[in-house]
């Protein structure tokens, strides 16, 4: 089975090389990227002689939970260089000039041969893996050096390989693993039935994360100048799935509301089609004008990094990516107590259904579902007061994971210092 493994390994970086000679930019990104990383590597080791902490992270959403982590260990072991690695652009090119990191790199292909290298080459004192970015050479690498390993926010399924028949190749690289930090209790009871007692609920580093965030968003005068002290729907990371089943309801709300929409990727042109089909008037913030924002309906974010502070103006907040393969992060919008709407696909994102057994958040499927929900809080001023009091609460009730998690790793560090 790991012979399937490695031969996959080989396949995927022969897609990605056809991908990459046919435009395709993030493969141009992956391919080229990697081909950086040993360099980068071979410039940082010449000038650091002091130990190294490595946080991989597949993405920039894994980032987001490992930030918390990465900041609160570089506070409290100054002496550690950090090094990040993604295997994502999405991940390394928003993050790749991180101020509490001394290297962001790409994380070379998984073959036996590179990530034996990579971890030769790095020398990484300590390891953090966010997740559930499993990546068995590199895990064989790590464990044939003994370099504690640790596992942050993990939440493991019990369909995954892990737990299958035929999964004894993938059970085995769990060994690799100091301590596992996770989630919730359910991932803690499936690795217990395949032998794993080194493992504690932390709880989600992004509670943490998004805490941090509220304290430091910044003021965007456009914003409030558009808002007008009106109720304002914010719809973040909006695909065009998400699109479909927002703008009728868009289009036909006849009360006062106004609308911030925060497209997930920025494309002129995608903008462009969906101002099309709203009916409505619409501004880019590209674009702002004060006397137009005034008579504007939506207001359109045409840029990146500013959704987590647009969430503290919102008095409702739909996220996008259910409609597809992935939901976007609910947490940034709930950490400010608005009502949260999403499409149907959470099955893989235990935060949301939780949000919705505590009915602070509801799954919708089509442009009516949604629109009766939003009017039943809309309608009642109470409800709305009682969410927002509820999520706040919640939310700050459900940070910790981090202190959890540095406390844990006293003893390992300690030891290493002596």
Aim: hydrophobic share 40%.
């Amino acid at each position: 089975m790991k012979f399937i493994y490695d031969l996959s390994i080989h396949f995927y970086n022969g897609l990605i090389s056809l991908a990459k000679l046919g435009g395709n930019k993030k493969a141009a990104f992956i391919s080229d990227g990697r081909k950086d990383t040993f360099g980068k590597i071979d410039s940082f080791k010449k000038n650091t002689p002091a130990s190294i902490a490595l946080f991989h992270c597949a993405s920039l959403g894994e980032f987001e939970q490992a930030k918390p982590v990465i900041e609160s260990f570089k506070r409290s072991y100054p002496e550690y260089k950090i090094v990040i690695s993604f295997f994502s652009p999405s991940g390394f090119e928003v993050r790749k000039n991180y101020s509490f990191a001394d290297l962001v790199i790409y994380l070379p292909s998984d073959t036996k041969k590179e990530a034996q290298r990579f971890i030769h080459e790095l020398s990484p004192s300590i390891v953090f893996i966010v997740k559930y970015e499993f990546w068995l050479n590199l895990l064989d690498a790590i464990a044939a050096k003994k370099i504690p390993l640790y596992l942050i926010s993990g939440v493991f399924r019990k369909n995954l390989f892990f737990f299958r028949m035929g999964g004894g190749f993938m059970r085995k690289r769990l060994h690799a693993f100091t301590h596992f930090f996770l989630q919730d209790y359910n991932s803690g009871e499936l690795l217990k039935k395949i032998g794993f007692a080194n493992w504690t609920v932390s709880g989600d580093t992004r509670f943490d994360r998004v805490q941090q965030t509220a304290i430091s968003t910044f003021t965007i005068p456009e914003v409030e100048q558009f808002k007008q002290n009106k109720p304002v729907l914010v719809i973040g990371s909006g695909w065009a799935a998400d699109m479909d089943i927002l703008i009728p309801f868009i289009n036909t709300f006849e009360r006062e509301l106004k609308i911030i929409f925060a497209p997930h990727e920025i494309h002129s042109n995608e903008i462009d089609e969906i101002i099309s089909k709203i009916s409505k008037t619409c501004i880019r913030f590209s674009s702002f004008n004060t006397q137009q924002a005034l008579n504007a309906d939506v207001l359109i974010i045409d840029n990146i990094g500013m959704l987590s502070s647009i969430y503290a103006y919102a008095d409702y907040a739909y996220v996008g990516g259910a409609f597809g393969s992935g939901l976007h992060n609910i947490l940034e919008p709930a950490v400010f107590g608005s009502p949260i709407f999403f499409g149907p696909n959470i099955k893989k994102f235990p935060e949301a259904t939780w949000l919705i057994k505590l009915g602070f958040a509801k799954s919708i499927v089509s442009t009516e579902s949604f629109t009766n929900e939003f009017n039943r809080i809309y309608n009642s001023t109470e409800l709305k007061e009682s969410i927002k009091k509820g999520l706040k609460s919640t939310m700050l009730q459900s940070c910790g994971a981090t202190e959890c998690i540095m406390k844990n790793l006293e003893s390992t560090l300690n030891q290493a210092a002596q």
